[in-house]
């Protein structure tokens, strides 16, 4: 196998930090707008029978998650990607605390949003960023370059859920989940240009040859 270091993901990295820069410049008033607290209302008056299942699905962004998903990475012997998901961890507290949090200070939905539904949420608290969506948006990236098409969309979904979750339950508003996911982004693609991602298997010099000598027959 070879390892390479993408395009793609220098490109994620600067896109992640201009969204969430954005999404700090807009937040740090302190204040929710008009326009956010209309999504936010719009998600956070679902059903109360979604309750269950998107609680489920917020588990997904603790910050144990990448630790449980490096164990079966272990199992299948990646371990660059385990060494990617467990940077993930203290990489995720350095962003949140000690970066967007100081940065940005604005309180949880239950102080900045009239009419909010919490459901067994803080109604008080720094609210900004999402460390929920910064978690599960940076295992996607750094999931991704080894999954299938299809496996690759479900841990997308899985990672979109847990951060309308977040505002389902009234825990953040909009773009404190926006500036997470944007920071998870950030932080799964700077450690995929640290410890590189999946190139082609490397063939050994009889299997290359075999592969030639088929790549030279003609067709019938």
Known sequence: MTWRRRPL????AVGGVLVA??????????RVGAAERGVFLFVNEWPEALKGPLYVFQLAGVLGAPLVVAVGAAVARKWRLVAGLVLLVPLKLLVEKDVLKVLVHR?????????????????AGVSFPSGHAIVTFGIVVLL???????????????????????????????????AGAAAGV??????????????????????????????DQPDH
Not at 107 to 121: F, N
Not at 153 to 163: C, I
């Open 21 to 30: 820069a954005g999404c700090g410049a807009v937040a740090a008033s302190g």
């Open 107 to 123: 309180e949880r939905p239950g102080t900045t949003i009239a009419g909010a539904v919490l459901r067994d949420v803080p109604s």
């Open 186 to 215: 950030t932080v799964g693609a700077l450690l995929n240009l640290l410890l590189g991602v999946p190139g082609s298997p490397v063939l050994e010099p009889q299997h290359a040859h075999e592969r030639h000598q088929r790549d």
């Open 144 to 178: 991704a370059p080894y999954l299938a098409r299809r496996w690759q969309l479900l841990v997308l979904l899985v990672a979109v859920l847990n951060a309308l979750a977040r505002v389902y339950l009234g825990a953040h508003a909009p773009l404190d989940v926006l």
């Open 9 to 12: 993901d220098a490109w994620l």
